[in-house]
């Protein structure tokens, strides 16, 4: 099973930026295929962004042209650039993938933007 450890929440104001780290072990990260997720108060988990092993990426579209998802394979790394932040993004960050047919997920980061 893969282990992940997110960092990086905080507390921004609407316009602001923040980058999210996750860390990853007990797996060969470079063929990992990881996500991020996040959960608002009272909603579902939505899946924010995706990269797979290739460096090939996707993105939800309340996010498109403010997030970037990107990757550190030496470091095992997935990081979430999140620029331009608006009050609806909100939520608890949560850092995700798959191996063995085991879905492993971190603990999760709160992302708090009010002014």
């Known amino acids: 099973q893969v282990r992940l450890v997110e960092s990086g929440g905080g507390l921004v104001q609407p316009g602001g930026s923040l980058r999210l780290s996750c860390v990853a072990s007990?797996?060969?990260?470079?063929?990992?295929?990881m996500n991020w997720f996040r959960q608002a108060p009272g909603k579902e988990r939505e899946l924010v962004a995706r990269i797979i092993s290739s460096g090939s990426t996707n993105y939800a579209d309340s996010v498109k042209g403010r997030f970037t998802i990107s990757r550190d394979n030496p470091n095992k790394t997935v990081y979430l650039q999140m620029n331009n932040l608006k009050t609806e993004d909100t939520a608890v960050y949560y850092c995700?993938?798959?191996?063995?047919?085991?879905?492993?997920w971190g603990q999760g980061t709160q992302v708090t933007v009010s002014s």
């Open positions: 995700n993938t798959q191996s063995g047919g085991v879905n492993s």
């Open positions: 007990g797996s060969i990260f470079s063929v990992l295929h």
